[in-house]
């Protein structure tokens, strides 16, 4: 059974903590090590990705991304070991619920209408 057919959030004080969109962000500032190249492959606004970064920051007690500012030098963006904790542990829920679950949503998706 496919883990993509399930999208979890992990929710605190109103905000989503994480989800898969902030999963794959975080991914993609992980290997671009930059959020402005992140928010360009994934088409949303550099705006956008530093308020999804802000949020998950917020939610954490400790750095999930850090930054330093541009200049003459560039800045860049890098997850943190935690942040990279984070992603791992959230791929592990996938795959651990997906198998919890299979039974099911196996009865699901094969009763779904084919398109």
């Not at 999804?52 to 330093?68: E, G, I, P």
């Not at 949503?105 to 779904?112: G, P, S």
């Amino acid at each position: 059974m496919q883990a993509s057919l399930l999208r979890i959030r992990i929710n605190h004080a109103g905000n989503t903590a994480l989800g898969p969109g902030k999963i794959e962000l975080l991914q993609h500032i992980a290997q671009q090590g930059s959020i402005s190249a992140a928010a360009k492959q994934m088409r949303m606004s550099y705006r956008r990705a530093w308020e999804l970064v802000d949020v998950m920051n917020r939610c954490f007690d400790q750095a999930v991304v850090v930054s330093t500012a541009g200049g003459s030098h560039g800045g860049g963006a890098q997850v943190t070991e935690f942040g990279q904790a984070l992603i791992d542990a959230y791929q592990q829920i996938l795959q651990k619920s997906a198998q919890a679950a299979a039974d099911e949503l196996h009865l699901i998706t094969r009763h779904l209408k084919k398109d």
